[in-house]
């Protein structure tokens, strides 16, 4: 499974017709941005949404954060405008909503090859419906493009009937499905929203839910989410030090021919080697981008 440090413990959905949010988002310490051309934005201000959010990703100062745009589905009257604009808008990725197909992955990519996206522009796909969870292996295999699974639970609570509890249970299997579609196809995955602005604590439950499930991140409705959501996603400091202690033993043990090392009484072999240089290599990139801030 290929592997990249780049961190995505919190992403934001920002709506693209409301132009004082995407000047306000460049100075927000969120990882990565969803410019939204969907569900955010009414009927009526589509285009003008396409216009500014298009404009304001070409114009930058974005700093290292992600930039993420979502468009509307090629169902819709705007999808393929959508699409063709924001191919051209220089953002690091498109989020596809309502995907059901690794068809319909294809048939984006061949609208933004036609409209000049450049290599470097990632597919992100929206899982938010029955279909899309049991075609998440196709889907996340459809593309060289294809980054990153973001679920998107209130939509699928709709379609599955079920409850939005505490402990998420309704939602496991799926997101089980999701989460082993992504690993098989080295991609990154985002856990879906949470609604309730008022419920720290029960926001709080959910982060660390999603990190201890293998979620690389969560994705969020209100800036005031960012922090919390971050301090959960943050590998701690003593996981990093402990991380930084195998990597150094067995790179001894493996300079004296040794295969397997013993740290602190813990066995230690090659798959917690690569666990630590995933861990360290985050933190490293982490300090980096909040640096940057």
Known sequence: ???????????????????????????????????????????????????????????????????????????????YEDIAMASKSGADALLLPKVESA????HMEAIMRANGAPQSMKIWAMMETPRSVLESQRIAESTSRMECLVMGTSDLAKELDCAHTHERLPFMVSLGLCLLAARAAGLTILDGVYLDL???????????????????????????QVGPCNKVFTPKPEDVAWSRRIIEAHTAAAARGEGVVVVEGKLVENLHVESAHRVVDMAEAITKMEASH
């Open 198 to 224: 008022n419920d720290e604590a029960g926001f709080e439950f959910a982060c660390r839910q999603g990190q201890e499930l293998g979620f690389d991140g969560k994705t969020l409705i209100h800036p005031k």
């Open 103 to 106: 068809d319909a992955i294809r």
């Open 1 to 79: 499974m290929s592997y990249t440090a780049r961190p995505r413990r919190s992403v934001l959905y920002m709506p693209g017709s409301n132009a004082r949010a995407l000047e306000k988002a460049r100075t927000l310490p969120a990882d990565g941005l969803i410019l939204d051309l969907e569900d955010a934005v009414a009927p009526d201000a589509k285009e003008l949404a396409r216009k500014q959010v298009c404009e304001a990703v070409a114009a930058g100062g974005f700093g290292m954060r992600e930039t993420i745009i979502r468009v509307n589905a090629l169902s819709t009257r705007w999808g």
